[in-house]
């Protein structure tokens, strides 16, 4: 392999790249967000690292691709079936493809309206933010319960008695916060206490102590977050993929079935029912 490939020219096979590897998803999406897409891709791909990486990779397709050419595997019977099927399935999403984008118009109205109409999925749950202490048993989880009653600050034991190497120096904060109806890794399985932790107001330590499968837990909730409604603009690219992706769903059952109509394609699915199994005590002796 005698030619030289410049950086100009390995910048356009990587961006040629990343056009063919966004191709399919194109229909799907606005100018915009397709170019911000490919934007995104191209980033990633300027570190000499990256590069270097993609051109070890093309190369060794390039060395295989001209090897193959001159051992003639072109010829072969499998390989012709297997080029077959590759040009079958990639005209046949050439085609939906651009069936997708002729048929695919979505305006920022229809995202109003698909926003208001489920509005219920774009709601912030619940959160807390809360401390936690582990011990072995549940005598020893009385006992700390018991110390936070007499005015024990909740930190400071945790930092001395809690079993949790990852969370005691911090006094037992857990970081990130605790969502409603999620479970709480970080602390261990019990759905008891996720409830009781959004059942108490904040600042509070949970009455009890809770059993998981990491141990006996006290909680501390610091502080509550209510739900709240996000509104349009934040959930904007949400709507946005999803509408498209409704849409994109809606067109391919459409036009697919307008093709089997044009070439008269039916399907008698009492062919594909199993058969029925004859009952032996009901069958009748022949004449």
């Given at each position: 392999?005698?030619?030289k ?6 910048d356009a096979?990587?961006e ?13 999406m ?6 911000e897409?490919?934007k995104?891709?191209?980033?990633q ?17 390039e060395i295989?691709y ?14 012709k079936?297997l080029?077959?099927?590759l ?25 109003q ?11 912030e ?5 809360i ?5 072995a ?13 007499n005015?024990?600050?909740f ?5 001395q ?8 120096a ?11 109806g ?11 206490m ?9 600042p ?7 059993k ?21 603009d ?31 394609v039916?399907i ?20």
């Amino acid at each position: 392999m005698a030619e030289k490939i410049t950086e100009s020219q390995l910048d356009a096979l990587i961006e040629e790249n990343i056009e063919n590897q966004l191709a399919p998803m194109k229909a799907f999406m606005t100018t915009e967000q397709f170019n911000e897409q490919k934007k995104r891709a191209l980033e990633q791909s300027r570190s000499p690292q990256a590069k270097q990486e993609f051109l070890q990779g093309w190369l060794a397709q390039e060395i295989l691709y001209r090897q193959a050419l001159q051992d003639e595997l072109s010829d072969k019977p499998e390989v012709k079936r297997l080029m077959h099927e590759l040009k079958r399935g990639a005209l046949s999403q050439q085609l939906m493809n651009e069936q997708l984008a002729s048929r695919i118009h979505v305006t920022d109205s229809d995202l109003q309206t698909y926003y208001t109409a489920n509005k219920d999925q774009y709601v912030e749950p619940e959160r807390a933010k809360i401390r936690h202490i582990r011990v072995a048993d549940e005598e020893r989880a009385k006992a700390v319960l018991n110390g936070l009653k007499n005015g024990q600050d909740f930190a400071e034991l945790a930092k001395q008695l809690s079993e949790d190497e990852s969370t005691k120096a911090g006094g037992g904060l857990i970081h990130g916060d605790v969502v409603k109806g999620f479970p709480i890794s970080a602390v261990g399985d019990s759905n008891e206490m996720g409830e009781a932790i959004f059942a108490v107001s904040a600042p509070a330590v949970l009455e009890k102590p809770f059993k998981t499968n990491k141990g006996w837990e006290i909680i501390k909730v610091e502080e509550k977050q209510a739900s709240r409604q996000k509104n349009f603009d934040e959930v904007r690219q949400q709507v946005t993929m999803q509408l498209l992706r409704q849409k994109r769903e809606e067109v391919q059952r459409e036009y697919i079935q307008e093709m089997m109509d044009k070439h008269g394609v039916i399907i008698h699915t009492s062919v594909l029912a199993p058969p029925q199994k004859t009952d032996p005590n009901n069958v009748q002796p022949k004449p």
